[in-house]
């Protein structure tokens, strides 16, 4: 399974940004999907998670801010990032993990600044 990250960028706090993540390969039907991010200097952390049954959980500092969701026709998660602050900067990763394996996307940055 290959994973590709999209849509990071720069934004003002208080902006959104919709981040996606396209598996490719071998998709099976029963999966995790997962977005970590990785601030400078910091311990890489758990944002938020969706089940192919479509369950979700948010670490708290995003909850209602951020809303992961899966759209199975085009294998694709996607991360919407509202009310960004300058504390969301960072490089946000998405991780996909079924019976075949985990497997990790490449990161795409986040910066929240004015």
């Known amino acids: 399974v290959q994973l590709q990250a999209s849509g990071g960028g720069l934004v003002q706090p208080g902006g959104s940004l919709r981040l996606a993540c396209a598996a490719s390969g071998s998709i099976v039907s029963i999966f995790a999907m997962r977005w970590y991010r990785q601030a400078p200097g910091k311990q890489r952390e758990l944002v938020a998670a969706?089940?192919?049954?479509?369950?979700?959980d948010y670490a708290d500092s995003v909850k209602g801010r951020f809303t992961i969701s899966n759209d199975n026709a085009k294998n694709t998660v996607y991360l919407q990032m509202n009310s960004l602050k300058p504390e969301d900067t960072a490089d946000y990763y998405c991780?996909?993990?079924?019976?075949?394996?985990?497997?990790w996307g490449q990161g795409t940055q986040v910066t929240v600044s004015s």
């Open positions: 991780n996909r993990q079924d019976v075949l394996g985990s497997y």
């Open positions: 969706i089940s192919s049954g479509g369950i979700t």
